[in-house]
Antibody, heavy 124, light 107 residues
Framework: QVQLQESGPGLVKPSETLSLTCTVSGGSIRNYFWSWVRQPPGKGLEWIGYIYNSGSTNYNPSLKSRVTISLDTSKNQFSLRLSPVTAADTAIYYC??????????????????WGEGATVTVSS | DIQLTQSPSFLSASVGDRVTITCRASQGISSYLAWYQQKPGKAPKVLIYAASTLQSGVPSRFSGSGSGTEFTLTISSLQPEDFATYYCQQVNSFPRTFGQGTKLEIK
């Protein structure tokens, strides 16, 4: 059974870089889409972006100039970098597998496996 | 961006009740919609994808319907473990967006 685990610093200073890694265990990282989603304290979910096996990415335009998602197939990991950060980036950051299924002639996507979340606080 | 508006935002119900949560999209998204359940301190869990397809392992009391701009999530008979926050998410176009959430509380 595939499991995801986020890791990285829990405290980041304003204007610096938030870096998180998601380690995939129990399965290969290849041939899937991998997403990052965040949730500010007491608020709803925000999709950050995803990366595919080929390295192609798609980012939320609200973050696009600051975000990078990368893939390391040799380590079965994918990563998130967000820079520069402000207090508004304080959130729980989740990594998730973005499953793509064929339904008729179309593809459907949904996030079927999630990490437990990493709390990141931006503060000096 | 496609806006998703859930109603109600808060819902108080009793065990055994039938409840329905609505998600309206600001433009048509065909059936490109998923529903997630989130319990406090936990990651979201997918319940429904493609608007009406039940994810493997999810109890059959959960069902989804709709297409275009209006979608519903129905729980046919509430169980104690169903009290949580529910989110819809559109996967029709980028950026993927979520509804604001519906918090289901025990009456």
């Amino acid at each position: 059974q595939v499991q995801l685990q986020e890791s990285g610093p829990g405290l980041v200073k304003p204007s610096e870089t938030l870096s998180l890694t998601c380690t995939v265990s129990g399965g290969s990282i290849r041939n899937y889409f991998w997403s990052w989603v965040r949730q500010p304290p007491g608020k709803g979910l925000e999709w950050i972006g995803y990366i595919y096996n080929s390295g192609s990415t798609n980012y939320n335009p609200s973050l696009k100039s600051r975000v990078t998602i990368s893939l390391d197939t040799s380590k079965n990991q994918f990563s998130l970098r967000l820079s520069p950060v402000t207090a508004a980036d304080t959130a729980i950051y989740y990594c998730a597998r973005d499953e793509r299924v064929t339904m008729g002639v179309y593809y459907q996507h949904y996030m079927d496996v999630w990490g437990e979340g990493a709390t990141v606080t931006v503060s000096s | 961006d496609i806006q998703l508006t859930q109603s109600p935002s808060f819902l108080s119900a009793s065990v055994g009740d039938r409840v329905t949560i609505t998600c309206r999209a600001s433009q048509g998204i065909s059936s490109y919609l998923a529903w997630y359940q989130q319990k406090p301190g936990k990651a979201p869990k997918v319940l429904i994808y493609a608007a009406s397809t039940l994810q493997s392992g999810v109890p059959s009391r959960f069902s989804g319907s709709g297409s275009g701009t209006e979608f519903t999530l129905t729980i046919s008979s509430l169980q104690p473990e169903d009290f949580a926050t529910y989110y819809c998410q559109q996967v029709n176009s980028f950026p993927r967006t979520f509804g604001q959430g519906t918090k289901l509380e025990i009456k």
